[in-house]
Antibody
Framework: EVQLVESGGGLVQPGASLKLSCVAS????????MSWVRQTPGKTMEWIGD????????NYAPSLKNRFTISRDNAKSTLYLQMSNVRSEDTATYYC?????????WGQGTLVTVSS | DIVMTQAPLSVSVTPGESASISCRSS???????????VYWYLQKPGKSPQLLIY???NLASGVPDRFSGSGSETDFTLKISRVEAEDVGIYYC?????????FGGGTKLELK
């Protein structure tokens, strides 16, 4: 069974940093481009960025490029999202997903709430 | 960025009847390789999104054939035949032709 399990969300103060993780199982993680997508409380979906299967290349949404960093550890089948200088508008549920593949797996999401 | 516009915002359907959801892109999603890079997702209540249709008209694995996708270069339709209770949720279209990938605002399907 394919599973993507995100963790690391929670309540954080504006300006803080946070690192999300996504552990994959049930498929060959190292064969897949992986993405992060977030969904705001109003249900708007926003692509954050993605990373090539070997970790050698990343793409980011231009508005987030300077604050968010995506990485991966294929030996641990884990995807990461490093968030820095978070703002209230970053409040959302964050999903890891193999978005670009015809077998587009999605995790259950982890909620990040930015508030003082 | 490519803007994806969905209509209607919500639709109420009697079980057993059909439903259609529209999506329009701000530019052609037809690649020179002949593939149209529009996708459809369903987010059931309290769940994460799931892929229904990829590359405009291809049914994702495990998705009932009551679902179908069609369209042109900029106008797309998701059709659900014989709506069932399990089809309730928010439907999103999305494009993967260009970076950044973008999504429509969603269409909420409810049962009458």
């Amino acid at each position: 069974e394919v599973q993507l399990v995100e963790s690391g969300g929670g309540l954080v103060q504006p300006g803080a940093s946070l690192k999300l993780s996504c552990v994959a199982s049930g498929f060959t993680f190292s064969d897949y481009w992986m993405s992060w997508v977030r969904q705001t409380p109003g249900k708007t979906m926003e692509w954050i960025g993605d990373i090539k299967y070997d970790g050698s290349y990343t793409n980011y949404a231009p508005s987030l490029k300077n604050r968010f960093t995506i990485s991966r550890d294929n030996a641990k089948s884990t995807l990461y999202l490093q968030m820095s200088n978070v703002r209230s508008e970053d409040t959302a549920t964050y999903y890891c997903t193999s978005l670009r593949h015809t077998t587009a797996y999605w995790g259950q999401g982890t909620l990040v709430t930015v508030s003082s | 960025d490519i803007v994806m516009t969905q209509a209607p915002l919500s639709v109420s359907v009697t079980p057993g009847e059909s439903a259609s959801i529209s999506c329009r892109s701000s530019k052609s999603l037809l690649h020179s390789n002949g593939i149209t890079y529009v996708y459809w997702y369903l987010q059931k209540p309290g769940k994460s999104p799931q892929l229904l249709i990829y590359r405009m008209s291809n049914l994702a694995s495990g998705v009932p054939d009551r679902f179908s996708g069609s369209g042109s270069e900029t106008d797309f339709t998701l059709k659900i035949s014989r709506v069932e209770a399990e089809d309730v949720g928010i439907y999103y279209c999305g494009q993967l032709l260009e970076n950044p990938p973008t999504f429509g605002g969603g269409t909420k399907l409810e049962l009458k």
